[in-house]
Structures are given as C-alpha cells and as structure tokens.
C-alpha cells in the first residue's frame, strides 16, 4: 500500500489544529500542523504539501493568500478551504483561485476525511483515455449501429435526393444532416437549418421563399428567403412533423418542382438548394390523422436515414462521456474525472434526452463538482435522481409517453391554462395545441378550443 501524502493543516486556534491532526494522522496521513499565517505562506511556497487544509482567516496572511501561493508552487496540489465566516466573495474568489473544497466549522472530521480522500486521488495521475480516430469530429461512435449510420451518411453525401432523418429528441439529427452536407460537393456553400416548430403559420411562405417590394405593409424591399439564402448549399427542415397543413402543398411543389415564387413576385426562381428534413415524431400516424400529406412525406422520404437512440449504443457512453468531460473542463477550467463506478452508472441510464441529456449531465457535473474525481454520488446529484435505483418500467418508457406526461405536469401546474403552459414548456401555443389534439386530450363537441383539457384520469372518472 502507498504511503499517504503529506497534509498541512493551518489554523490560528490550536483547539482546532489538534484534533484535526491527531484524527488524521490516525487514518494515516502524515500531518505538519502551524499557527502562523506567515509560516503556512512560507511552507505552501516550498511545494513539499501536495495536501492543504487552511483556514480562510488567520492574520494578516488568509488562507486564500496560501490558496495563491500553493498553486503557484504546486499547480496540482489540492487546497482545502474552511471557514465559520463563509461570505458569497470568499467562496467565488475560493473555487475561481482552484480550491479543491470549502468546508464550513466547526468541522466535521469524517466529511473532512471524505473530502481529504478525493483530494488524495485527484493528485494520481490520470489515465490516458484510448486514442480516438475520431476524435476531431462532432460524431463519434464504434457501436455496429453507428457503423451503420455512418455507411448511409456516406451514400446521402453522394446523392441529390431529399433525405429524411429521423430519430429521438436529442439524439443527433442535425449533427448527421450537417455531417451529410460536409461529405457532400456543397460543403463549400451554407447550411441553413430551420427550426420548424419556431416559424409562426402565417409567416411561413415569406420566411423560406422571401418576398417582394410591396408584397405587403412592411415590405420596403425585396427580402431573400431561407431558400434563395442557402443557394447551391443545403436547407434543413428541423422537426418538419410541426409544418403547418396550410404549407404543405407548397413545400410539395417546391421539391417536386424544383421552383418557388416569393410573396408578390409575378415569376417563380428555381431552387438551387439541396433540403434534408427530419423529425422525431411518428409522420405515419400523422398521416393517418390527417395532420401530414401522405405525397408531402413520400417526396420527403426519398433517403430515409435512421439515427439511433443512446441506449441501443451503451458501448459508445464512455466515448461520449470522455469527450464531453474534456470539453466542459477545457470552457470551465477545471480539471475532473469520471471514476470507474460513476461511468457504470452512466452506462447502466435509459437517456430518454439522448446524447444531448448526457452531454448536459456531464456539464452539470463539472460545474457543480470539487476538481478531482467523479464518483456515484455527483453522477446521482446531476442526474437529479438516485440513478442506481432506475427501474425497468422507466427505460420502457417511449419517447412520445414521456413527452406526454411532461406536457400534462406543465398544464396541472398551470391549471389548465394552456397559453402559460406552452410558455412553461418553451413551446408555441399552437403546437401545444397539435398535441393534446393528438392524444385526444381536447373536449370534444365544440368548435373553439377550450382552456381546459381533459386529462386521462378526468376520462376515466
């Protein structure tokens, strides 16, 4: 077994040193114990301490002066902050000077000793992650599934065709029709995404075809759409589920012509712009339901491209987890590491989010987390639940189940009302509206729609 580090423990009140010391040396550590401010200065400068205990306030010299010098001596030594007089400036100037911790008095001596303990392996030195072929490319993966994805992002490349993609929330889609046009002999012209649940009903024809001097009120000036913008490179319909019915048609035209006719224009332009489509919701059922052109998605589906959900790629999860905790440490300046039990239970997640949910986990970890390792319990605390304890009935959970449960919440909280719940959500109200239309939860019989939805357990009563 390794000998402990060395530990130096300052206080200006001997009461506190002592037993600090005689607890940790009884655990092992070999500890030097000073009173004195200057003489912590001058020993903390002297990098012989990888470990540092120090109280914020001792004499003229604080422990944020020793915080300063240790790491100026010592880069990777760890200093642990205590203080009975903690203030918002003392701790941000604490954790921004790269304090390991900052603990309240009176001490407590096991959550010190729990604390000292990741210190301790924080200072090993960290294991070089497997080199990454890929590790300069947005998408990454060595699961057959994205082998796969990669194969059909290759054929998209070559072709002209529509390509539809679809998949989840959060698990790529844009990421794949960017990678679509990057392999493609557009890469050198833009790539315009469009979100389409962003764009109001009325505004969708001069939005993506422009319009003309005089089209209407405020047009002072031809305006170029979204489709003449993006001419000779690729247009991406995000979420092209929520398109109005009233536009559909003209964007069937549009790709089966290859011609659009800005607002107030007398003649049609031809398109020059490839587009890529994608969506996360079922558009067969759409179709079914009357809310989608059956001849619209056959146009759309022309490439049909699949992008695989993070749980049928558990292999890929360590990938994905280094990569993003590289990166949240490089924009946070911090230096953290997943410890083996905390990736198990990364590994072991549903992620009905996806990629995009594990990549804000690992964000949220980094933040809110001492430097040093990551263990079970900031995994637990930045998934907001005890991750250990997800049950199967969770991972069965499909994706429109867990949208439709995270709706209802937001119009119980608000009481029905479904404009403040739309702006709850994030949503406009009108696509609040398609869905709770289409989970049957609006009261039949009336020609308006009502401020009060009927929820499931209300039909059952």
Same mark, same amino acid.
């Given at each position: 077994m390794s000998a402990k580090p060395a530990v130096l423990v300052v206080d200006d009140d001997e009461g506190i040193t002592f037993p600090i010391a005689t607890f940790l040396e009884a655990k092992g550590y070999s500890v030097t114990v000073t009173n004195s401010g200057s003489e912590a200065l001058r020993l903390a400068q002297g990098a012989t301490f990888p470990l540092i205990l120090a109280d914020i306030y001792i004499d003229r010299v604080t422990g944020l002066d020793i915080l300063r010098a240790a790491k100026q001596a010592a880069p990777s030594s760890a200093v642990i902050l205590m203080t009975a007089k903690g203030s918002v400036r003392t701790t941000v100037d604490?954790?921004?000077?790269?304090?390991?911790?900052?603990?309240?008095?009176?001490?407590?001596?096991?959550?010190?000793?729990?604390?000292?303990?990741?210190?301790?392996?924080?200072?090993?030195?960290?294991?070089?992650?497997?080199?990454?072929?890929?590790? +300069?490319?947005?998408?990454?993966?060595?699961?057959?599934?994205?082998?796969?994805?990669?194969?059909?992002?290759?054929?998209?490349?070559?072709?002209?065709?529509?390509?539809?993609?679809?998949?989840?929330?959060?698990?790529?889609?844009?990421?794949?029709?960017?990678?679509?046009?990057?392999?493609? +002999?557009?890469?050198?012209?833009?790539?315009?995404?469009?979100?389409?649940?962003?764009?109001?009903?009325?505004?969708?024809e001069s939005e993506l075809f422009g319009s003309t001097r005089g089209a209407f009120t405020s047009a002072e000036k031809d305006r170029a759409g979204i489709i003449e913008q993006a001419r000779g490179g690729t247009v991406f319909l995000d979420e092209i589920g929520e398109i109005p019915t009233s536009f559909q048609s003209k964007l069937l035209r549009l790709l089966e012509a290859k011609e659009y006719r800005p607002v107030g224009a007398s003649a049609p332009k031809l398109v020059s712009a490839r587009i890529l489509a994608a969506t996360h919701r079922q558009l067969e059922a759409m179709i079914q339901a009357g809310e989608f052109r059956a001849d619209l998605y056959h146009r759309l589906n022309v490439l049909r491209i699949d992008v695989p959900p993070l749980r049928e790629r558990v292999q890929d999860i360590r990938l994905l987890a280094n990569r993003f905790l590289s990166d949240a440490n490089s924009r946070q300046g911090r230096q953290t590491r997943l410890e083996p039990p905390a990736m198990k239970i990364l590994e072991s997640q549903p992620w009905p989010g996806n990629v995009r949910e594990l990549k804000n986990a690992i964000e949220r970890m980094v933040a809110m987390s001492s430097p040093g390792p990551l263990g079970e319990a900031e995994v637990r605390q930045a998934l907001g639940?005890?991750?250990?304890?997800?049950?199967?009935?969770?991972?069965?959970?499909?994706?429109?189940?867990?949208?439709?449960?995270?709706?209802?919440?937001?119009?119980?909280?608000?009481?029905?009302?479904?404009?403040?719940?739309?702006?709850?959500?994030?949503?406009?109200?009108?696509?609040?509206?398609?869905?709770?239309?289409?989970?049957?939860?609006?009261?039949?019989?009336?020609?308006?729609?009502?401020?009060?939805?009927?929820? @499931?357990? @209300?039909?059952k009563s």
């Open positions: 604490a954790e921004s000077g790269g304090a390991f911790d900052y603990l309240p008095k009176p001490i407590d001596l096991n959550q010190l000793l729990q604390v000292l303990q990741r210190a301790e392996l924080s200072l090993q030195p960290e294991e070089a992650p497997a080199a990454d072929s890929a590790s +300069g490319e947005a998408m990454i993966g060595v699961t057959p599934v994205m082998v796969r994805l990669y194969k059909d992002i290759a054929r998209a490349a070559r072709s002209e065709a529509t390509a539809l993609i679809c998949g989840e929330t959060g698990s790529g889609k844009e990421l794949v029709a960017r990678a679509i046009h990057a392999a493609s +002999g557009r890469a050198k012209q833009q790539f315009l995404p469009v979100d389409c649940a962003a764009i109001p009903e009325n505004l969708w639940t005890n991750a250990a304890q997800v049950t199967s009935s969770a991972v069965a959970m499909t994706l429109e189940e867990a949208e439709k449960k995270h709706v209802l919440e937001a119009l119980r909280a608000c009481g029905g009302n479904r404009t403040q719940a739309a702006e709850r959500l994030n949503i406009q109200r009108r696509t609040l509206y398609k869905k709770l239309e289409r989970w049957g939860l609006l009261r039949e019989g009336h020609s308006a729609v009502p401020e009060t939805p009927i929820f @499931e357990d @209300e039909r």
